[in-house]
């Protein structure tokens, strides 16, 4: 079995990065009446779990949504660490679903991928005024979680999120941390009674995942439905007679 603990060794963790080097693998719902395109703010922070972003933004972009990605400054360090990434772009973060466009279309998704400085809380996001779907924040660390149940706006990520509760939009917050502490636990509560939802990268072992692959698509299918965007990730259970 490979070992995956990648902190202290980043060459190991591009050499093990499956996520960050395969393509695309699932063709998208296609873009309908039913399904236009929509809207979102996506935070990454410093926790573990740099594929689960990664994944999200292709999905979203792949469906033809717009992005607005933030990333702290540990966000970046992880990102680093677990997938290699030095510059964040279109073809770093989703370099599947890169490979597998045209010209014409990765100008297009790279128009639609818009990365702000976390350090600029000036930024379109930190406004009520900009509407949007629904913002996650994959991973979720301890600290931003903290930082957003105090109503803390110090960096645009928090700002961000301390806004879309404000105007009463989806928050859903990926946080990664085990044990949690009655710190995290109270702040979580904070959250969940100020309107956000609490999506912890959680896999459920009930589909018979075969792959990291297929872990990770759980908890993105997860939130995907709560963004309310269609997807045939594998999340749902199905109900089977005990034999
Ligand atoms: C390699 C690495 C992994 C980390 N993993 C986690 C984690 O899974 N969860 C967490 O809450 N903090 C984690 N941390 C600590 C946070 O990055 C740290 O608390 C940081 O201040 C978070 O700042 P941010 O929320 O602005 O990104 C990790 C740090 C490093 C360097």
Redo the contacts with the bound molecule.
Sequence with gaps: MKCLHT?SNPDAAREQSTVSKRPAKKTPPTRTAANPPRRFVVG??????AWYAQRLLAILLEQGHEVHLVV????K??LF??SGIKTIDLESMCPGFYKSLSATQRADATRRLVLHP?KDVGAVIASGSFLHDGMVVI???????G?IATGSGS?L??RAAMVTLKERRPLIIC???MPLNLI?IRNMETLALAGATICSPNPGFYLLPKSIDDIIDFTVGKVLDLLKVDHDLKTRWEHHDAE
């Design positions: 902190e990454v922070s410093g926790a573990s779990g702290s400054d540990y966000g360090r992880l660490d677990e976390n991973p979720c660390s301890s600290s931003s979680l930082a960096n990520l928090t946080h990664r941390e995290d």
